[in-house]
């Protein structure tokens, strides 16, 4: 029954701003690791955000700067501020959650295409 669903993707200009959101059923984000990845065509799915709720956050170095992740736990949503957007963010961004020693859900993704 658990189910997350990503939205705000879209089509975009580079230079521009996007707000991922994931919101979870189910399941309660307070109670998971939450992260983001991105798939971009041809590649293998790669780490993108991580917040847990130990309170540590972490970024892979090519969004760093420029992507926070956040959670809004009373509205049981995980987000992702994208700012300054380069072509090469471009991909499907997948939202996940980790029980600690439970199960791993996904969303089904939600594209992001940055164009010049």
């Known amino acids: 029954q658990v189910q997350l669903v990503e939205s705000g993707g879209g089509l975009v200009q580079a230079g521009e701003s996007l707000r991922l959101s994931c919101a979870a059923s189910g399941i309660t984000f307070s109670h998971c690791t939450m992260a983001w990845y991105r798939q971009a065509p041809g590649k293998q799915r790669e780490f993108v955000a991580q917040?847990?709720?130990?309170?540590?956050?972490n970024y892979a170095d090519s969004v760093k700067g420029r992507f926070t992740i956040s959670t809004e736990n009373a509205k049981n949503t995980v987000y992702l501020q994208m700012n300054s957007l380069k072509i090469e963010d471009t991909g499907v961004y997948y939202c996940?959650?980790?029980?600690?020693?439970?199960?791993?859900?996904w969303g089904q993704g939600t594209q992001v295409t940055v164009s010049s």
């Open positions: 917040s847990s709720n130990s309170g540590s956050t």
């Open positions: 996940k959650c980790k029980v600690l020693f439970g199960r791993v859900y």
